[in-house]
């Protein structure tokens, strides 16, 4: 079945410093979603990537979906402790239903 | 106000007991889903619904059973087969069926065996 890799697992960053999670899938996308889940929170969504090569910002996010449409990758520019969360893609292939990636906790320090 | 219910927020389950978690939206969304979340896991789908009185398995759905009599409705009923169900349990809605949806997660249930 399909298969969705997000690294890295964890991240530790300075504030201010960038951050980048990737997502890999094993099979073509017809399109991939990011979510945002806070500590103790539940996931909301982000933004959805339909397009070869798309590249979609949302102020200091910047998410992007690769050529052949099995990679994607959210971009962080200049951290901020309100960015402390997990990240989770989801790919949607054949099937119906989205497969998300295990995500990428972000820590930030201030 | 619109959105997805899920209660309680916590449930604490004794061995061998069957235990029920709720799931509303008032979204008018006809699709719902169930999702299991463990530490370093993900979210991984255990039923989903595309229209009332049908649902499907997911990847990890032994162990659980859920119903759709109603459209805005979806309780998940883990049961007594079910044996590692401590977890963060997740319910979301899409407005219909198929990719390109977004999905709108309710706040989840924390269920612990005791």
């Known amino acids: 079945g399909q298969q969705v890799m997000q690294i890295p697992q964890y991240q530790h960053v300075q504030e201010g410093e960038d951050f980048t999670t990737y997502c890999n899938s094993s099979t073509t996308l017809s399109n991939i979603q990011w979510y945002k889940q806070r500590p103790g929170g539940h996931p909301v969504f982000l933004i959805q990537l339909v397009k070869s090569g798309e590249v979609k910002k949302q102020k200091r996010l910047t998410f992007q979906f690769g050529e052949a449409k099995k990679n994607s990758s959210l971009h962080i520019t200049a951290t901020q402790t309100t960015d402390v969360g997990t990240y989770f893609c989801?790919?949607?292939?054949?099937?119906?239903?989205?497969?998300f990636g295990r995500g990428t906790s972000l820590i930030v320090h201030p | 106000d619109g959105g997805i219910t899920q209660s309680p927020k916590y449930l604490f389950r004794k061995e061998g007991q069957n235990v029920t978690l709720s799931c509303e939206q008032n979204l008018n969304h006809d699709a719902m889903y169930w999702y299991r979340q463990d530490p370093g896991q993900g979210l991984r789908l255990i039923y989903y619904?595309?229209?009332?009185?049908?649902?499907q398995k997911g990847d990890i759905a032994e162990g659980y059973s859920v119903s759709r009599e109603k459209k805005e409705s979806f309780p998940l009923t883990v049961t007594s087969a079910q044996k590692n169900p401590t977890a963060f349990y997740l319910c979301?809605?899409?407005?219909?069926?198929?990719?390109?949806?977004?999905?709108?997660f309710g706040p989840g249930t924390r269920l612990l065996v005791l």
């Open positions: 989801a790919g949607a292939g054949g099937s119906y239903i989205p497969t």
């Open positions: 619904s595309q229209i009332v009185n049908d649902f």
């Open positions: 979301a809605s899409s407005r219909m069926g198929g990719t390109g949806e977004t999905q709108y």
